[in-house]
């Protein structure tokens, strides 16, 4: 009898196992690393709507992107739990430090509660503001072009306003030099 628990118990254990891990596998490769590419598909009113909604700083303060007007805007859709988001965020920061003067603006846009973005923000003081998603930033990340909602997830606008590009996947710094290059000097 005890040995017939021991092994339904294990059974279970590893058909929740096999379960878990097709459910991840099957989530990556609907998220698959997509280059920086192209907005032209997503609609203005989209763009629109990110730069108007409010998002909390860390700090209690409320924020709208449409406050960095004028600059190109890199803004980071992103999770503590998310590995490739962290991966990134060295390059974003450095690339805020060495373009800023330029008119260059990353925002982070985290989907993790208050406590957990301070604590990552006191431990990895990233050069540039990290604001709370409200309740539909994930949302607002498929009208952009997330339709599997995956992160990290980045969109690049112009001074203009207009979106230029979206990224599903962790940016390289030859694709963010390449767009950022090109977008700076106008």
């Known amino acids: 009898m005890k040995n017939r628990l021991i092994r339904f118990l294990l059974l279970a254990i590893i058909a929740i ?3 878990g891990s097709g459910y991840l596998i099957s989530r990556e490769q609907r ?5 920086l590419s192209s907005a032209a598909a997503t609609p203005q009113s989209a763009v629109d ?3 108007r909604t409010s998002f909390a700083t860390t ?10 007007r004028g600059k190109v805007l890199v803004v980071n859709f992103w999770a503590t739990w998310c590995p490739p988001c962290r991966e990134e965020m060295p390059l974003f920061s450095s690339m805020q430090k060495k373009y800023k003067d330029k008119g260059l603006q990353f925002v ?3 989907i993790d509660s208050i406590d957990k973005v301070r604590e990552y923000q006191s431990i ?8 709370l998603g409200s309740p539909d930033a ?13 992160l990290p997830f980045t969109v ?16 390289t710094e030859d694709e963010l030099e390449a767009r950022l290059h090109t977008l700076l000097k106008q």
């Open 17 to 19: 196992s096999a379960g």
């Open 31 to 35: 998220a698959p690393n997509i280059t």
């Open 49 to 51: 709507k990110l730069l």
């Open 59 to 68: 700090e209690g303060q409320w924020q709208t992107l449409a406050a960095w």
């Open 108 to 110: 982070g846009i985290s």
């Open 124 to 131: 990895e003081k990233p050069g540039y503001p990290l604001l």
């Open 138 to 150: 994930m949302g607002l990340s498929e009208a952009l072009g997330n339709v599997s909602q995956a």
């Open 156 to 171: 690049i606008i112009t001074r203009q306003g207009r979106l230029d590009s979206v990224k599903i996947g962790r940016l």
